[in-house]
């Protein structure tokens, strides 16, 4: 399901769309008040992230910060906190007087960084672990926000989801399921293979910008040396699709086929 067209002024959908894009205006207003749009390029970049003390090394696989306030459950102290390193949305071009442009894509980290805050998960990225962690969350614009967490402690497999009962592509509601279990080292290996299958360790994002009536999937990846995030919208049935559809299928939230999207 792909982003439909354009709502008559009068449908209750064009002013969830409207109180949706003021929401997003005011968080960036009040998320950290830099200006992200920079020129003379990527010097110019790490510069500015070295002073800010935000991600300075860009070409770094690890983002361990300790300066960040979180619970027993790394769950930040802060909803202001970003949920992910920044340079993972970065996005570049040029400008109209065809000058090199960097900015970054807040819009979609504070998007995302709200759902998952609501819904009391952990970061994934600032603390060293032994543990081996993908986590799928899925906001579909008029469906339940969903997070799917997997874990592998040594030869121990957990599996955690939740789901709120607002909508993805508003308010993230309040969580209503929130349940774990373990699941078989064979069930991680399946997923290992499809994450080798896509290639996810050396996939890119792409900037998607803000999707009006579709879904965002969001698939992270944390390992002992590594973090990666990669998000598409309403994305076409590839290997992507199917990684986060296998960990779908190892709960029992029973999505029906026509709200999957």
Same mark, same amino acid.
Do not use: C
């Given at each position: 399901m792909g982003i439909s067209g354009t709502f008559?002024?009068?449908?209750?959908?064009?002013?969830?769309? +409207?109180? +949706?894009?003021e929401k997003l205006k005011t968080d960036k207003l009040d998320a950290r008040k830099v200006e992200l749009q920079l020129t003379g390029g990527l010097q110019a970049f790490k510069k500015f992230m070295d002073e800010n003390k935000v991600c300075a090394d860009l070409e770094s696989v690890t983002f361990f910060d300790n300066s960040i306030e979180v619970d027993d459950h790394n769950v930040p102290v802060s909803g202001k906190q970003f949920y992910f390193p920044l340079k993972f949305f970065i996005m570049s071009g040029e400008n109209k007087n065809e000058k090199p442009l960097i900015d970054i894509d807040l819009n979609s980290i504070i998007y995302?960084?709200?759902f998952l805050y609501a819904m009391k998960e952990p970061l994934l990225f600032n603390k060293k672990?032994? +543990?081996?962690?993908?986590?799928?969350?899925? *906001?579909?614009?008029?469906?339940?926000?969903?997070?799917?967490?997997?874990e592998k402690d040594g030869e121990t497999c *957990? *599996?955690?989801?939740? *789901?709120?009962? =607002?909508? $993805? =592509?508003?308010?993230?509601?309040k969580v209503i399921t929130d349940k774990s279990k373990p699941v078989d080292i064979k069930i991680w290996q399946e997923l290992k293979s499809m994450l080798q299958k896509m290639d996810f360790w050396h996939m890119n994002r792409i900037p998607q910008g803000i999707t009006v009536d579709g879904s +965002?999937?969001?698939?992270? $990846?944390?390992e002992p040396e590594q973090y990666r995030v990669v998000d598409l919208s309403s994305p076409e049935a590839n290997d992507f699709y199917y990684t986060c559809l296998f960990l779908l299928n190892q709960t029992d939230l029973g999505i029906n086929k026509e709200e999957i999207y």
């Open positions: 008559s002024a009068q449908t209750p959908q064009n002013d969830r769309m +409207k109180a +949706k894009h995302y960084s709200r672990s032994k +543990k081996e962690i993908y986590r799928f969350t899925w *906001l579909r614009t008029f469906h339940h926000p969903v997070t799917i967490r997997i *957990l *599996l955690y989801w939740k *789901l709120s009962d =607002g909508e $993805g =592509g508003y308010d993230p509601g +965002k999937w969001i698939l992270e $990846g944390a």
